[in-house]
């Protein structure tokens, strides 16, 4: 049996109507992976789609937890492969996705990890978009979140060093983790295509919990880049105030 390459961590909550297309862009990839489901005790049909992939996975439970951060730790310490990730249930990865990420980390030794562009869905409308990504530069992380993590892979030397993600952390977890691993490893490499699909519906933390979001990401970036640039003060109202009220 070919042993894994990828350790992919799942975590969900209620969220069965989104997790088959997860599972499956998974096990499309042409790489061999690992894959943890870790459920946050759903009293929705998800029990349904984890046994129907269940042959396929590593692992899988189903019970209360102590939030998304801490079920994606626990999914990737349960594995072994030389590199990690993990996809949120409602989004999903390209074809080919993985191996082109891996290709990079295979050219750049020293990156500690790699991320791709990734496509905005819109489930109400069906309108695609591409998601705010762009080569590696600490000024521009600091002005926002230029990374998509959907579309992000990284070494497990590199995601160990780091203990893995703040678990005190729920809204910003990635952004926090992309400047902790910055600052410890060095830039992180970038490729110019489309390697996953980040699902927008109205139930997305980031559509719900808009100021939360703000306050944690604005804190991430006072912490490790000194301060906070005046765009995310001028952009706030807008995007807590006035997308809320837009819908």
Partial sequence: MTKPLVTIAVPSY????????????????????????????????????????????AGWRSHADEGQAAAI??????????????LNSDDWLLPGGLKKLLGVLEKYPEAPAVYGRCWNVVEKSGKRYPVWV??????????????????????RTAWEALGGVDET???????????????????LQFLDDFVAVNREHENTKTKTQRRRHYRE???????????VPLKWWLAQPYAVWFKSIAG
């Avoid at 730790?73 to 993990?86: D, L, M, R, T």
Wanted: aromatic fraction near 10%; hydrophobic fraction near 45%; include cysteine.
């Fill in 73 to 86: 730790n626990e999914g990737i310490a349960q594995g072994g492969a030389p590199f990690v990730c993990w």
């Fill in 134 to 155: 762009e080569p590696f530069n600490e000024r521009r992380l600091a002005l926002r979140c230029i990374i998509s993590q959907p579309g992000a892979l990284i070494r």
């Fill in 217 to 227: 990401a604005m804190a991430i970036v006072r912490k490790y880049h000194g301060q």
């Fill in 14 to 57: 209620n969220q069965g109507r989104f997790l088959d297309d997860a599972l499956a862009s998974i096990f499309q990839q042409e790489v061999p992976v690992e894959v943890f489901v870790l459920d946050g005790g759903s009293s929705d049909n998800s029990l349904e789609i984890i046994r129907k992939w269940e042959h396929r996975l």
């Fill in 169 to 187: 952390l729920h809204m910003a977890m990635d952004y926090d983790l992309w400047w902790r691993m910055f600052k410890q490893a060095g830039p």
